[in-house]
């Protein structure tokens, strides 16, 4: 009589192996968002920020409108 049976673990030894399948996956993902990142930004130049600042006149703020109470 050949009847196979799955190896029985204990909690300690499934959660060894739980924490041992989670640090891979992080390292994948760690190795994955590395690799990736290597050659997608190219840098064209470094300049100097421009001296003057870009605002809006006052005459351009947005108007407030009150809201009335539902009912």
């Keep these: 009589m050949n009847v196979t049976r799955k190896p029985v673990r ?13 640090d891979a996956m992080e390292e994948q993902a760690i190795i994955a968002a590395y ?5 997608c930004v190219e ?3 470094v300049e100097p920020p421009l001296a003057e600042v870009h605002t809006l006149p006052r005459r351009h703020r947005a108007e407030v409108v009150p809201l009335r109470a539902a009912g």
């Design 10 to 22: 204990g909690d300690l030894a499934l959660e060894m192996t739980m924490r041992d399948v989670m």
């Design 43 to 45: 840098i064209l130049s």
């Design 35 to 39: 690799a990736t990142a290597a050659g």
